[in-house]
């Protein structure tokens, strides 16, 4: 499933477009790489606001429970995010960064692997999640914090990224779950 059906989600924020505030610098971190820079749009106050109210808008009747905000810039966007819904958050973390009992997942990525976490406790059986994060690339994090929150019995109501660049194809690692984007590339 690619966008929800809109009668599932309230949409009754004004929308903004967002793509003039996030930077392109060209080679960053690496050669041949464009990376989509959203710092000036965090500086925005404006923008940062219109954009957790887009979110908490298309939310706010959806009976979300907890915001899960994947390392480290999905923490900028869910804690907010959160906080407007009157639900909990939830970091999704790398490995050894969480103090409690945790579960774990492993995923590809281009060059190797990586582990994402949770504790065990996040989530109650049946809650309603959304997952957030800045970017999606080709989805293996997406992917792995998706593949936790259902571990635990959460029910994914959508995955958000701010950032979408649809040439990776990173929606195919969430295989039918529900997704939405921003701003796409």
Same mark, same amino acid.
């Given at each position: 499933?690619?966008?929800?059906?809109?009668?599932?989600?309230?949409? &009754?924020?004004?929308?903004? $477009?967002?793509?003039?505030?996030?930077?392109?610098?060209?080679? %960053?971190?690496?050669?041949?790489?464009?990376?989509? $820079?959203?710092?000036?749009? +965090?500086?925005?106050?404006?923008?940062?606001? @219109?954009?957790?109210?887009?979110? =908490? @808008?298309?939310? !706010?009747? =959806?009976?979300? !429970?907890?915001? /899960? #905000?994947?390392?480290? !810039?999905?923490?900028? %966007?869910?804690?907010?995010?959160?906080?407007? +819904?009157?639900?909990? %958050?939830?970091?999704?973390?790398?490995? &050894?960064?969480?103090?409690?009992?945790?579960?774990?997942?492993?995923?590809?990525?281009?060059?190797?692997?990586?582990?994402? =976490?949770?504790?065990? $406790?996040?989530?109650?059986?049946?809650?309603?999640?959304?997952?957030?994060?800045?970017?999606? @690339?080709?989805?293996?994090?997406?992917? @792995?914090?998706?593949?936790? /929150?259902?571990?635990? #019995?959460?029910?994914?109501?959508? /995955?958000?990224?701010?950032?979408?660049?649809?040439?990776?194809?990173?929606?195919? =690692?969430?295989?039918?779950?529900?997704?939405?984007?921003? /701003?796409?590339?």
């Amino acid at each position: 499933m690619t966008q929800p059906a809109s009668s599932m989600f309230n949409t &009754g924020a004004p929308a903004m $477009d967002f793509h003039a505030l996030i930077r392109a610098i060209p080679d %960053f971190p690496s050669p041949g790489i464009l990376f989509r $820079d959203i710092t000036p749009l +965090l500086a925005d106050p404006r923008a940062l606001t @219109a954009l957790t109210e887009q979110l =908490a @808008a298309r939310y !706010r009747e =959806a009976g979300i !429970r907890k915001v /899960v #905000g994947i390392e480290s !810039r999905g923490f900028i %966007f869910g804690a907010p995010l959160a906080c407007a +819904l009157g639900a909990g %958050f939830v970091p999704a973390r790398k490995p &050894g960064k969480l103090p409690h009992s945790i579960i774990e997942e492993s995923y590809d990525l281009e060059y190797g692997s990586n582990t994402i =976490a949770m504790h065990v $406790d996040a989530i109650e059986p049946g809650e309603k999640v959304v997952i957030i994060d800045d970017l999606i @690339a080709t989805g293996g994090t997406f992917g @792995a914090a998706a593949k936790l /929150v259902e571990r635990l #019995g959460g029910q994914i109501v959508e /995955v958000v990224a701010i950032i979408e660049l649809t040439a990776l194809g990173g929606r195919k =690692a969430l295989g039918d779950r529900p997704f939405y984007s921003v /701003v796409r590339y």
